[in-house]
Structures are given as structure tokens and as C-alpha cells.
């Protein structure tokens, strides 16, 4: 089966740094999505990572380690725009955005 | 246009009701995805096309659910008999093509809503 865990909800404060971690079981690996998504909006695309290691753009990096099935997502100097879903999502499938997404994990940013 | 088109936004219908959602993607776009998200969940993929073939409608749940893209373009989400269970927010993606790649993001409307009542 394929299965992407990833926590529920977070509460962070503004200007702080939070890492939301995900970890999975698909039947391959072909790639490690994130997106962002404001309620009631599209999700948004913010990383991708298909070898070890990090992926920095910005205020937002991406880190993956595919023998441990475990990627994490690191936002630093938090804003209070921030506040919003955030998707793990696998491609397991070779050639296709065929994408297994987690549940989401709902940051809230306090000021 | 410049971003993925949903329409409707919202639909209420009811029990037993036959609906439409429309999906217009990214002009030059040639794969064309529909995932359903239900409230508090992450995506489902239903159904992916690459031009006018339905490469993979291996998530579609059941026969009520149809999909074309008669042209290419513009895709429709066909649910026929609709049930409460079929409540969710509809999303349409797309992209240049199907590889994935930072350079080839995928695109995602903003999603039709449809509840059955």
C-alpha cells in the first residue's frame, strides 16, 4: 500500500522557525512534493526533491532522505501569511504526477 | 489563461442528481489531472490525461464518475447519481507534460465545491 504521514496540526510564533516533517511507504519513489494551501484556495507548489539531500529557496528549504523515507519542510522567519496547509505529497509512479498526498499538516503562525 | 479554470465554484444539488464540473487548464498544457479533496484530507487522484486519452482513471471510485477531454483542452468531471458521500472539493491540475521536475510544476485550480444534499 502506499501510506505519507505527516502531523496534524502545528503552532508556531512569528519570526520563529518550524520544521513539519513527513514520512513514507509508497511502492517506489519518483520524486517529493510540497505544496502550500490557504483555506479555501489551490494548492501551491513550494519543493520538489527527488535526491538526498537539501533544497533551499529562500525562506523555505526542503529535505529529503529516501532511505529513511522521511522528508521535512523548514520555514524560517515566520509570517503571519504563513498560516496554512501544508502537503507532503510522493510521486510513486514513474513518468506522472499520479501523486499520493498526506492528510496535510494546518500551521498556525501566532503573532 | 493564466491559471488553471474551474467552474462552477460551488454546487449544491441534490441526492440522486446528475453533475458536471469543468476544467479548463493552462493553454499549451498537455496532461490534465483530477484529484478530489474531501474536508481535512489531502488530494485523492481520480483521473489523468495526456491529450485527449485518459492515461490512468485507475482512482475514479466507481462507475457513476466519468472524465473527458474530447479536444485536449477542456476537461469535464461527469457524476452521475450523486450521493452525500460525493460532497468534496473537485481540483483540476495541469502541465506542460507528465514528467515530474522542478521545472515542469503542476498547476492547480482553485477547485469546484460541490455538496450533495
Known amino acids: 500500500g502506499q501510506n505519507i504521514d505527516q502531523p496534524t496540526e502545528m503552532t508556531a510564533t512569528e519570526g520563529a522557525i518550524v520544521q513539519i516533517n513527513c514520512t513514507y511507504q509508497?511502492?517506489?519513489?519518483?520524486?517529493l512534493f510540497w505544496y502550500q494551501q490557504h483555506a479555501g484556495e489551490a494548492p501551491t507548489f513550494l519543493s520538489y526533491n527527488v535526491l538526498d539531500g537539501l533544497e533551499e529557496k529562500g525562506r523555505f528549504s526542503s529535505f529529503l532522505s529516501r532511505s529513511k523515507g522521511y522528508s521535512y519542510l523548514l520555514l524560517k522567519e515566520l509570517q503571519m501569511k504563513d498560516s496554512a496547509s501544508y502537503l507532503c505529497?510522493?510521486?510513486?509512479?514513474?513518468?506522472?504526477?499520479?501523486?499520493?498526498f498526506g492528510t496535510g499538516t494546518r500551521l498556525k503562525v501566532l503573532a | 489563461g493564466a491559471g488553471v479554470s474551474q467552474t462552477p465554484s460551488n454546487k449544491v444539488t441534490e441526492k440522486g442528481k446528475y453533475v458536471e464540473l469543468r476544467c479548463d487548464p493552462i493553454?499549451?498544457?498537455?496532461?490534465l489531472y483530477w484529484y478530489r479533496q474531501s474536508l481535512g484530507q489531502g488530494p485523492e487522484f481520480l483521473i489523468y490525461?495526456?491529450?485527449?486519452?485518459?492515461?490512468?482513471d485507475s482512482g475514479l471510485p466507481n462507475d457513476r464518475f466519468f472524465a473527458v477531454r474530447p479536444e485536449g483542452s477542456v476537461s469535464t468531471l461527469k457524476i452521475q447519481r450523486t450521493e452525500r458521500g460525493d460532497s468534496a472539493v473537485y481540483l483540476c491540475a495541469s502541465s506542460f507534460f507528465e514528467l515530474p521536475s522542478s521545472g515542469n510544476t503542476i498547476y492547480f485550480g482553485e477547485g469546484s465545491w460541490l455538496t450533495v444534499v
Open positions: 505529497a510522493v510521486s510513486p509512479f514513474s513518468g506522472t504526477y499520479k501523486y499520493i
Open positions: 509508497t511502492s517506489g519513489f519518483n520524486g
Open positions: 490525461f495526456q491529450g485527449t486519452g485518459a492515461a490512468d
Open positions: 493553454s499549451g498544457h498537455t496532461a
